[in-house]
């Protein structure tokens, strides 16, 4: 999804904060080098952080699968978002919270990286997301299998989502929904993907290559509380271009409804019914929670 952000941001780094033209880190830094890192990132709505607890939790399950021990708590971690965000001072920001593996030599080994991972959160400035229907395409490159990378690490190696994203913006599309290694639907290249098919809400299972998306769990957790039925399972790409409707969750994204793929239509090709109740429970849902500085 494009982005917009204003200039202004904090970044801090082992215990200091840095302005966006101070922050910077080694290029013997592994994170830098091999993508050798874990991340997430975090909405604040209103001066208060959005699934704090979800996201930093994430981390540390991402980070335990690539064997990397974050030197602070998780406790400690929120107190470290916290404490930036309020630096920043924005109402409505964006928070990129990195782990990465530490400074080493050439080697890929992590061994040489003797100082320990580094931890990084940058907080900027985000204006409201420009708002119109998705056009997507499906890329020729498929989501990482589970068997190599799972895509549940949230790793800093994108470079997977980076090659569908080049394809759908060459193809003048604005996003790639991918497939499995199986050829079912996975996900988008930063979000989660739901359709909705005679009432009832789909979404792809984590066994088709997905990261569950917090925003993916909550939305599923707000369509049962209006009574509409859930289902996780996976979908062809048959099933997604005759949905009724589809959309795509995400931090960055939100609740964003796709308008076409592969130049068919889907539903209307516009914001259907569904969507646009989940998006209003979404906001009444944004405005009732999050954890303020
Ligand atoms: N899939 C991928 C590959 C992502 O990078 C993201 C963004 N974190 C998502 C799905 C959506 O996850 P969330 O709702 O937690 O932002």
Redesign the pocket.
């Known amino acids: 999804m494009g982005r917009d952000m204003i200039d202004q941001a904090v970044i801090y780094i082992d215990g200091k904060f840095y302005s966006k033209d101070e922050a910077k880190i080694s290029v013997y830094e592994h994170g830098f080098l091999y993508g050798d890192g874990v991340f997430?990132?975090i909405r604040v709505y209103g001066g208060r952080a959005f699934?704090l607890d979800?996201?930093v939790s994430?981390l540390y399950e991402s980070a335990h699968s690539i064997d990397l021990e974050i030197p602070v708590s998780e406790e400690k971690m929120r107190t470290i978002v916290l404490e930036t965000i309020k630096r920043q001072g924005s109402a409505d920001s964006y928070v990129r919270l990195i782990v990465t593996r530490g400074v080493g030599n050439l080697g890929l080994d992590p061994r040489s990286c003797k100082k320990g991972p580094s931890i990084i959160a940058i907080v900027e400035s985000l204006k409201p997301l420009y708002d119109k229907p998705v056009r997507a395409i499906v890329p020729s490159v498929r989501r990482n299998a589970i068997t190599a990378l799972n895509?549940q690490i949230?790793s800093l190696n994108?470079l997977n989502?980076i090659l569908a994203k080049i394809e759908a913006t060459k193809a003048g599309a604005d996003e790639a929904i991918m497939l499995d290694q199986r050829g079912f639907v996975s996900?988008?290249?930063?979000?989660?993907i739901f359709i909705l098919k005679d009432g009832k809400l789909v979404t792809p299972p984590s066994s088709s290559s997905?990261?569950?998306?917090?925003?993916?769990?909550?939305v599923l957790k707000l369509a049962k509380e209006e009574g509409i039925p859930t289902e996780e399972r996976d979908l062809t790409v048959h099933d997604i271009y005759n949905a009724d409707e589809a959309f795509l969750?995400?931090?960055?994204?939100e609740v964003a409804p796709i308008a076409e793929l592969d130049g068919r239509k889907i539903g209307g090709g516009r914001l259907g019914p569904v969507t646009e109740r989940l998006r209003r429970r979404f906001r009444e849902f944004i405005k009732r929670n999050g954890t303020s500085p």
């Not at 997905?210 to 909550?218: A, Q, S, Y």
């Not at 969750?249 to 994204?253: E, N, S, V």
Request: proline share 3%; charged share 25%; hydrophobic share 25%.
């Open positions: 997430e990132g699934m979800e996201h994430r895509p949230k994108y989502n996900e988008g290249t930063g979000e989660n997905v990261l569950v998306g917090v925003t993916r769990n909550l969750t995400g931090t960055a994204a």
